[in-house]
């Protein structure tokens, strides 16, 4: 019999809860629902009034995994959703993971969240800029954290404020909390960011996305600014080998990076992280930290 559990006077119902999702540690899709109860303040607080996408990878990282927009077939009809429109359906529309049952009913689909920078009901209207620091091997988060640290200078200088974090895979993104703007302003600034990063760090960056270009270098990808692209949100887990986290750092983890496993967090990291240093992506979320394109 599948568990039913109430979560904030909602019935929902988990599923296969011993199921080894991530082989190589042994992590169980009952972990992941306990990672994601655990992390939930924080996780929500970023997802907050956001369309979500969905990867969903149900046998684990080495399964089937496919990326959906709209709401799954059998979503409860207490989950809020918001319109979406879109060129193909003008009445899409997609989840808001408004609370913790929203949330656990999503982690039982075994989901990485992601979310567009945008706000529900403001499409095309931004409040973040993102910067996809993408290394092309033999580069490594390491030579991310070099790009990261000249961004961040360049972007201060235009009176911006950016945090980092791990993407959960090998790079890095950087988030710049804005005044709402027109997310076509929003792209054509990352673009002209990531070309004079490129002009100014040939040996290290690229803002093309062409692979033969990018051997040893790192890829700052500004496509993700886009209206209709996402971006893995803070503290989602991961669809890789290991249960691997989307993890905001400290400015001071980005300057005494000096491997990859420096910047490798798993789930049971995020909870002390969180206990001793709260949420080091909270600074996105104070109005006084959003700033202007100039």
Same mark, same amino acid.
């Given at each position: 019999?599948?568990?039913?559990?109430?979560?904030?006077?909602?019935?929902?119902?988990?599923?296969?809860?011993?199921?080894? *999702?991530?082989?190589?540690?042994?992590?169980?899709?009952?972990?992941?629902?306990?990672?994601?109860?655990?992390?939930?303040?924080?996780? +929500?607080?970023?997802?907050?009034?956001?369309?979500?996408?969905?990867?969903?990878?149900?046998?684990?990282? @080495?399964?089937?995994?496919?990326?959906?927009?709209?709401?799954?077939?059998?979503?409860?009809?207490?989950?809020?959703?918001?319109?979406?429109?879109?060129?193909?359906?003008?009445?899409?529309?997609?989840?808001?993971?408004?609370?913790?049952?929203?949330?656990?009913?999503?982690?039982?689909?075994?989901?990485?969240?992601?979310?567009?920078?945008?706000? /529900?009901?403001?499409?095309? =209207?931004?409040?973040?800029?993102?910067? @996809?620091?993408?290394?092309?091997?033999?580069?490594?988060?390491?030579?991310?954290?070099?790009?990261?640290?000249? *961004?961040?200078?360049? =972007?201060? /200088?235009?009176? *911006?404020?950016?945090?980092?974090?791990? $993407?959960? $895979?090998?790079?890095?993104?950087?988030?710049?909390?804005?005044?709402?703007?027109?997310?076509?302003?929003? $792209?054509?600034?990352?673009?002209? *960011?990531?070309?004079?990063?490129?002009?100014?760090?040939?040996?290290?960056?690229?803002?093309?996305?062409?692979?033969?270009?990018?051997?040893?270098?790192?890829?700052?990808?500004?496509?993700?600014?886009?209206? /209709?692209?996402?971006?893995?949100?803070?503290?989602?887990?991961? /669809?890789?080998?290991?249960?691997?986290?989307?993890?905001? =750092?400290?400015?001071?983890?980005?300057?005494?990076?000096?491997?990859? $496993?420096? +910047?490798?967090?798993?789930?049971?990291?995020?909870?002390?992280?969180?206990?001793? @240093?709260?949420? +080091?992506?909270?600074?996105?979320?104070?109005?006084?930290?959003?700033?202007?394109?100039?």
């Amino acid at each position: 019999m599948t568990p039913i559990t109430m979560v904030e006077g909602r019935r929902i119902a988990l599923s296969n809860l011993d199921k080894v *999702l991530y082989p190589e540690t042994g992590f169980t899709k009952g972990e992941v629902l306990h990672y994601y109860a655990t992390v939930a303040p924080s996780l +929500l607080a970023h997802v907050h009034d956001r369309p979500v996408s969905f990867l969903r990878y149900p046998d684990g990282p @080495d399964g089937q995994l496919f990326f959906t927009k709209n709401p799954p077939p059998g979503t409860p009809a207490w989950v809020k959703t918001t319109p979406v429109p879109r060129s193909e359906d003008l009445r899409a529309e997609q989840v808001v993971v408004a609370d913790m049952a929203t949330l656990m009913w999503a982690a039982n689909l075994v989901v990485e969240f992601h979310t567009p920078q945008w706000p /529900a009901g403001h499409p095309a =209207l931004a409040d973040r800029l993102i910067l @996809d620091l993408d290394p092309g091997p033999p580069a490594t988060a390491v030579e991310c954290c070099a790009v990261a640290l000249w *961004l961040r200078e360049r =972007l201060a /200088a235009d009176g *911006l404020y950016a945090c980092a974090k791990t $993407s959960g $895979s090998k790079g890095l993104h950087l988030a710049v909390p804005l005044e709402p703007t027109p997310s076509e302003q929003v $792209s054509a600034y990352a673009k002209a *960011l990531a070309q004079e990063a490129e002009r100014a760090l040939p040996e290290l960056v690229v803002h093309r996305m062409t692979k033969a270009l990018r051997a040893g270098k790192v890829f700052v990808d500004h496509s993700q600014n886009a209206a /209709a692209k996402t971006t893995a949100a803070p503290y989602t887990l991961r /669809a890789r080998a290991l249960p691997t986290v989307s993890t905001p =750092l400290a400015w001071a983890e980005v300057e005494t990076c000096r491997t990859p $496993s420096d +910047l490798l967090f798993l789930a049971d990291d995020i909870p002390p992280r969180l206990a001793r @240093d709260g949420d +080091l992506f909270g600074p996105l979320l104070l109005p006084e930290r959003a700033g202007r394109l100039p």
